[in-house]
C-alpha cells in the first residue's frame, strides 16, 4: 500500500507563509495525479490543489492565487506552498491522488499536517 507522509505545518501569523511536503513511496507517482486537501474541525474535508503527472495544475477558489502545489518525482514528494495565509486555512493538511469526495470516507489518507493561522 502507498504510504503518504505530511510535514510542514506549523503555527504562522495571518499573512505568514509555510511550505508542506508530502513523501510517497511507490513507484508509480510520477504517473499519478496527487492533490492537497484539508480537514478544519467541525467541517468536511476539503479538495486544494491537483497536478498532473504532466505538470499541469488546478486549484480551488478559496487557494487560488495564494497558494501554489508542485511536485519532484525524482524525490517522490509532493509540495504545497502556502502564501498570505489566512485564519480560516486553519486545519489539518492531508495529500493524496486525486479523490472524488464520495471517496473521501474509504481512501487511504496519512496523518496529516496540522496548520494554524493564529496572531
Known amino acids: 500500500q502507498v504510504q503518504l507522509v505530511e510535514s510542514g505545518g506549523g503555527l504562522v501569523q495571518p499573512g505568514g507563509s509555510l511550505r508542506l511536503s508530502c513523501a510517497v513511496s511507490?513507484?508509480?507517482?510520477?504517473?499519478?495525479?496527487m492533490g492537497w486537501y484539508r480537514q478544519a474541525p467541525g467541517k468536511q474535508r476539503e479538495f486544494l490543489a491537483t497536478?498532473?503527472?504532466?505538470?499541469?495544475?488546478f486549484y480551488t477558489d478559496s487557494v487560488k492565487g495564494r497558494f501554489t502545489i508542485s511536485r519532484d518525482n525524482a524525490e517522490n514528494t509532493l509540495y504545497l506552498q502556502m502564501n498570505s495565509l489566512k485564519p480560516e486555512d486553519t486545519a489539518v493538511y492531508y495529500c493524496?491522488?486525486?479523490?472524488?469526495?464520495?471517496?473521501?470516507?474509504?481512501?487511504?489518507w496519512g496523518q496529516g499536517t496540522q496548520v494554524t493561522v493564529s496572531s
Open positions: 493524496n491522488r486525486r479523490v472524488s469526495p464520495r471517496e473521501y470516507g474509504t481512501v487511504y
Open positions: 497536478i498532473n503527472s504532466d505538470g499541469s495544475t
Open positions: 511507490g513507484s508509480i507517482f510520477r504517473f499519478t495525479s
